[in-house]
């Protein structure tokens, strides 16, 4: 592990102040950034610790009927939370399975977004062609060992995946990212933070350097949501393929579907033809469920090893639909 310098900011003024100079990142709940400090994906020069500022924790309610979370409030006190797991509880099952108990105690649902792929060739202690570690030096997965990377919007130069269960979540839920920064703030689209690969993949989201997130907001509720996790061991792992759905109802019929893929894309991805084409179906039509989520499929590119996908993701969609659909009801 490279050496660098160790400050902690008194307030968010100071933080962004800190976080102007070059080669600085920031430290909240540190589950994420100690494996890359110890992998050596990342070799910052400063490191400003942020975990303990006040005004960034907590959930409030918005006068929309909304929800307010601060960045630094630890996954577990989300997931908990009354209004979130009666109101949203796509994002209070997306936390409880994203990680063991010990880490949501630790990590924010700040912090939780920006984790980086789990790819073994990103990952690997040993130096192996990787765009996204190392520009320009290829893709080991795009030939190699890809069963668990992407089925959309992949390129040449990469085709790793996102991991964060919240993220997708919070992707479905049309949530807004609230952010700081030293030039000003700005709110993010939950579905606009994170990138696509193209011919830079080691450019993961659209924060500017030095730019922090300092809230979540969410918009009016949505009980009728699920999150459904496949993967390899139920009781901790990552996710092969994952859905998050949130449905708005009238009587037993869709009005409205929003519906976001995790472990198939570089992003959240968020099934968009479908969405549109399950409007007005009734909820017992399985045939026109099923109809409407290959409207999505159409453009999904599998690897050598990961066709399996395909059909994995369509069911994880219509038995999170399911799921939905049978909440609040």
């Known amino acids: 592990m490279q050496a660098f310098a160790y400050g902690k900011a008194s307030d968010i003024v100071e933080a962004l102040a800190e976080a102007s100079a070059p080669d600085t990142?920031?430290?909240a709940g540190g589950t994420e950034l100690l494996n890359w400090l110890r992998l050596g994906i990342v070799k910052p020069a400063r490191v400003i610790d942020i975990g303990r500022l006040e005004g960034l924790t907590g959930v409030s309610r918005l006068p929309d009927g909304g929800?307010?979370?601060?960045a630094l409030t630890?996954?577990?006190d989300v997931a908990l939370d009354d209004d979130v797991a009666r109101d949203y509880p796509v994002l209070s099952e997306a936390i409880l399975q994203s990680a063991s108990a010990q880490l949501r105690n630790l990590a924010t649902v700040g912090g939780n977004?920006?984790?980086k792929t789990r790819c073994g060739y990103f990952r690997s202690e040993a130096i192996l062609p990787c765009n996204k570690r190392w520009p320009g030096s290829g893709c080991s997965a795009l030939h190699g060992f890809n069963d668990k990377h992407a089925i959309f919007g992949w390129s040449q130069a990469c085709v790793a995946t996102q991991p964060s269960d919240p993220a997708n979540a919070l992707a479905a839920l049309d949530a807004v990212y609230v952010t700081d920064h030293r030039d000003g703030s700005r709110r993010i689209k939950a579905e606009d933070l994170h990138r696509l690969p193209g011919e830079t993949p080691h450019i993961e989201n659209t924060l500017r350097d030095g730019e922090l997130i300092v809230g979540i907001e969410l918009p009016g509720p949505a009980p009728h949501s699920a999150y459904l996790k496949l993967r390899e061991r139920q009781s901790y792992e990552y996710a092969v393929v994952s859905a998050a759905v949130a449905l708005d109802l009238q009587g037993d019929s869709i009005r409205r579907?929003?519906?976001?893929?995790?472990?198939?894309?570089?992003?959240?991805w968020r099934l968009v033809e479908a969405e549109l084409a399950l409007a007005g179906i009734v909820l017992g039509d399985a045939p026109a469920i099923r109809k409407a989520l290959d409207t999505s499929?159409?453009?999904a590119r599998p690897l050598t090893h990961n066709a399996y996908k395909v059909p994995l993701a369509k069911n994880a969609a219509e038995r999170a639909i399911r799921l939905a659909a049978a909440r609040g009801s």
């Open 257 to 268: 579907a929003s519906i976001a893929l995790g472990g198939v894309a570089h992003k959240p």
């Open 74 to 76: 630890r996954l577990n």
């Open 297 to 299: 499929f159409a453009t």
């Open 25 to 27: 990142v920031f430290l």
């Open 67 to 70: 929800l307010h979370i601060g």
């Open 113 to 115: 977004p920006l984790q």
